[in-house]
């Protein structure tokens, strides 16, 4: 069965960086864009961007140019998500997401797996 | 940036009574990519329908979607208890691709 883990939560001081993985299993994984989506407290969800898992190209929101990284190890069927100068805003809940769709159609998609999420806390 | 305003933001029903949520889009979406996701608290997004109107895979037919242009409609015909929690509408047609705010169904 199809099955997406991310990692354990993280605590963060206001302008350092976090790392989130996602572990893909149960499929073949370079088969489906990945998409990574965040959930602050009381906010509603946000979509930070997109990676091909084959190939690696990526696409990011506006809001998180800069700032965000997301890489792919196909040895390993796994998703990175690393997102720097933190600020306390980016308290939120972390999830990668895979596109319903195959392909070049996995770029527009909606989510049909969801890994479990990561507490990413920013305090100092 | 399309915004979607997802109404009422509560909703209070009982078991076994008829649902309808509304998602409303700043613009018209684009072959109506339009998702509705259930959430139950602590966990993640779970798909109901994706394309406005085709059920997710292990959906019971008791949830419906329906809609085109800027208006969207989520139908769960009766109520089960299982069913109370937040559901979130998502448009995956135009990069920002962004959600509703969600409506909270409660059990009344």
């Known amino acids: 069965q199809v099955q997406l883990v991310q990692s354990g939560a993280e605590v963060r001081k206001p302008g350092a960086s976090v790392k989130v993985s996602c572990k893909a299993s149960?499929?073949?994984?370079?088969?489906?864009?990945f998409h990574w989506v965040r959930q602050a407290p009381g906010q509603r969800l946000e979509w930070m961007g997109i990676?091909?898992?084959?190939?690696?190209?990526?696409s990011y929101s506006k809001k998180f140019q800069g700032r965000v990284t997301m890489t792919t190890s196909t040895s390993t069927s796994t998703v990175y998500m690393e997102l720097s100068s933190l600020g306390s805003a980016d308290t939120a809940v972390y999830y990668c997401a895979r596109a319903g769709n195959t392909g070049w159609q996995g770029i527009a998609s909606y989510y049909d797996y969801w890994g479990q999420g990561t507490l990413v806390t920013v305090s100092s | 940036e399309i915004v979607l305003t997802q109404s009422p933001g509560t909703l209070s029903l009982s078991p076994g009574e008829r649902a309808t949520l509304s998602c409303r889009a700043s613009q018209s979406l684009s072959r109506s990519f339009l998702a509705w996701y259930q959430q139950k608290v602590g966990q993640a997004p779970r798909l109901l329908i994706y394309a406005t109107s085709s059920r997710a895979t292990g959906i019971p037919d008791r949830f419906s979607g329906s809609g085109s242009g800027t208006d969207f409609t989520l139908t769960i015909s009766r109520l089960e208890p299982e069913d109370f929690a937040v559901y979130h509408c998502q448009q995956y047609g135009t990069s920002p691709y962004t959600f509703g705010q969600g409506t909270k169904l409660e059990i009344k």
């Open positions: 149960g499929y073949s994984f370079s088969a489906h864009h």
């Open positions: 990676i091909n898992p084959s190939g690696g190209s990526t």
